[in-house]
């Protein structure tokens, strides 16, 4: 089994900065892609941005030029640093990673809230 943990969610001004972490733990053989989504209240979760094995990153347009994604593959850690918060943003983020080598698995974290007040 997987276990992961976020940390790093608040409350903030627009304009503001956070920085989301999510550690995995337990039986790791590989991580492969690690990515963060989102959940607005009364909206569907969607994808905010992932990374791959290889650092290749992907965004939603909404979050291009002010969130970053990063990972510590000797931490088993998956980073995303938010700046230019705006009240749209506001949401529950989750972490979401993919372990295995053959068969793949998918593990969430148990989501950290986002506010930004305008």
């Known amino acids: 089994q997987v276990q992961l943990v976020e940390s790093g969610g608040g409350l903030v001004q627009a304009g503001g900065s956070l920085r989301l972490s999510c550690a995995a733990s337990?039986?790791?053989?590989?991580?492969?892609?690690m990515a963060w989504y989102r959940q607005a209240p009364g909206k569907q979760r969607e994808l905010v941005a992932n990374?791959?094995?290889?650092?290749?990153?992907n965004y939603a347009d909404s979050v291009k030029g002010r969130f970053t994604i990063s990972r510590d593959n000797a931490k088993n850690t998956v980073y995303l640093q938010m700046n230019g918060l705006k009240p749209e943003d506001t949401g529950v983020y989750y972490c979401k990673i993919s372990v295995g080598t053959v068969i793949l698995r998918d593990y969430w974290g148990q989501g950290t809230q986002v506010t930004v007040s305008s």
């Open positions: 337990g039986s790791i053989l590989r991580l492969n892609v």
């Open positions: 990374i791959n094995s290889w650092e290749g990153t």
